[in-house]
């Protein structure tokens, strides 16, 4: 479902307005995960990235900024960006609003990918902020972020515990496992599948993947790979639906196999100003942290391996356990995380796991 601030009523004629230009079977090789440049993670610290609880609209220019140039070794702001966009793309930008308005992905980070789109001649008209749950996204205020003619969009209403409507889906294009919610029958397709988003198979040429630094109590943690992997399809409570029963390990990679994603997420930037090192996904205040970096890549896995490095080096510094020894607490809610499901990945061919592979460059900046 797609949205402007101004036609939030015309979803159906907002569908037939956007044409899709396919992209070249060149372009998919190159662009697609783990993308141009595997194992390169750029990382920019700026210690005044927050103040009073605010992200700085300067600092966020000079990180981001900084970030891409040294991502792509393009010369400037606008050439960083034309290294993975073109006039005639159709892009959606993934958010992650699931911790609320206390971890999300901020205002100016989104307006900047915004304006690095329109450097690289992406029409405003041609760009989609999506969440697949709409009422969450609104809970987190995004839809007042978003200029006009930028397109708003969603798959589903708002989280369940069923989570198998089919309105906002491509029902010809799903990851089928035999994995189900106990008391459900698994000779029924519709709990078998997850269904990939329409927006993802039939709109878009190109996503950015925007996802916050956070941990997960059934995964570890949720970056980059779990912010697609249960943010564009349905039917996800099934990866963890008790205590016992946590396969994300497998049904992330499975969902990222599909070629749909391999093909046309091209960009991940990892908003780690807030992060949070326990209790999530949702959002808990007395256990985020001002890290004032954010991460760039196109290797959703080395961005990943790093992001969990950070994660766990905070919740050692915290008393804590590693993620993959943590079990069952007041806070998290499973016996024990699967964050193999990073390793898997790499295993897949969707990035690079292995420390010896990632190149992880850091930048300190200054006010």
């Not at 393009?74 to 993934?94: H, M």
């Not at 898997?344 to 990035?351: E, N, T, V």
Request: glycine share 8%; charged share 20%.
């Amino acid at each position: 479902m797609i949205h402007t601030r101004r036609e939030l009523f015309q979803a159906s004629l907002l569908w037939a307005a956007v044409p899709v230009r396919p992209a070249a079977a060149q372009d998919r090789a190159q662009l697609g995960m783990p993308g141009l440049f595997p194992g390169r993670v750029i990382t920019t610290h700026h210690p005044a990235a927050l103040v009073a609880g605010a992200y700085q609209p300067a600092a966020v220019e000079q990180m981001m900024h900084k970030g891409m140039t040294e991502l792509t070794g393009a010369p400037g702001w606008p050439d960083a960006w034309r290294t993975f966009f073109e006039p005639g793309d159709v892009v959606a930008i993934k958010v992650c609003p699931v911790g609320g308005r206390r971890i999300c992905s901020d205002r100016l980070v989104l307006n900047r990918i915004i304006d690095g789109l329109k450097q690289a001649g992406v029409k405003q008209g041609d760009i989609f902020v999506f969440n697949r749950y709409r009422r969450e996204m609104f809970s987190a205020g995004i839809p007042q972020w978003v200029p006009d003619g930028v397109r708003l969009a969603w798959a589903s209403e708002a989280y369940n515990k069923i989570q198998q409507d089919i309105e906002g889906y491509d029902p010809e294009m799903f990851v089928e496992l035999a994995l189900a919610v106990p008391g459900q029958d698994i000779r029924e397709e519709r709990v078998r599948r997850s269904y990939v988003a329409r927006l993802l198979s039939k709109q878009v040429n190109k996503v950015i993947n925007l996802p916050v630094l956070k941990h997960h109590n059934a995964a570890g943690v949720t970056i980059a790979l779990k912010n697609l992997s249960h943010g564009f399809v349905n039917n996800v409570e099934r990866s963890h639906p008790t205590p016992t029963l946590n396969a994300t390990g497998t049904f992330i990679p499975a969902v990222l196999n599909l070629p749909v994603f391999r093909e046309k997420v091209v960009l991940h930037i990892v908003d780690g100003v807030r992060a949070q090192y326990e209790g999530g996904p949702g959002g808990r205040p007395q256990f985020m942290w001002e890290h004032n970096t954010m991460y760039f890549g196109t290797d959703p896995v080395a961005l990943d391996k790093t992001g969990w490095k950070v994660i766990d080096a905070k919740r050692i510094e915290q008393g804590l356990p590693p993620v993959a020894e943590a079990k069952r607490s007041k806070h998290n809610i499973m016996i024990s995380t699967q964050v193999e499901h990073i390793e898997l990945s790499g295993a897949l061919g969707l990035g690079r796991f292995d420390d010896a592979a990632i190149d992880v460059k850091r930048f300190e900046l200054k006010a």
